[in-house]
Every structure is written in C-alpha cells, then in structure tokens.
C-alpha cells in the first residue's frame, strides 16, 4: 500500500511538472492578447467575437461557415471594436447592455 502511494505521488508530480512545461507551437495566451497598438487587435474569429486577439495569430482560429443575423451589442465584429489597453488586446463592446 505504501508502494502504491509513493508510486501515485510521483505520478502526480510528473505530470504536474510535464503540464507547466511549454511545447513549441503551443499558444501561450499572453501572445493571444498581447498587444502594442490598437492597430494589433482584431475580433477573435467567430460569430459574435466577445474578446479580441492580436492579428497574428488569427490563423489558429476556425470561423464558422455561417452566423446567425443575431446582433450582440457587446459582440466584437469590427478591429474598430477592439483596443490595446496596458498590452493587451480588449473588446471596447464588453459589458454593453443596451445598443446606441
């Protein structure tokens, strides 16, 4: 029994430390929303975009082939939406109740 708890923690150690290590072309998501200028930001792909990323890396996204005509007034649709705020790109929209 004690084997068998030494063995589990072990296990669990290893794969906590196999977890904090980064593999290359994993997205590490201070690049996702990294920024320098609002000029960087665009909606994330897909319908109804409530963040913003950085453009590069629009690319490792799918978007839908079709969206409904449902408007979100909190959505993001346009980079005009979006802003580079501290370093990091945010959706202008969020939290907006009521459209203008």
Do not use: W
């Not at 590490?28 to 000029?39: E, T, W």
């Not at 449902?70 to 993001?76: E, V």
């Amino acid at each position: 029994m004690k084997k068998l708890l030494i063995f589990g923690m072990l296990f669990l150690a290893a794969m906590i430390i196999l977890g904090c290590t980064r593999t290359e072309g994993v997205l590490d998501s201070v690049d996702l929303y990294s920024c320098n200028a609002d000029s960087d930001c665009v909606p994330k792909p897909g319908c109804h975009a409530s963040e913003c990323i950085n453009q590069e890396y629009t690319n490792r996204f799918m978007s839908p082939e079709f969206c409904t005509e449902m408007f979100s007034c909190s959505a993001a649709y346009t980079p005009e939406d979006c802003a580079c705020i501290d370093s990091k790109c945010v959706n202008k929209n969020l939290g907006n109740k009521g459209c203008v």
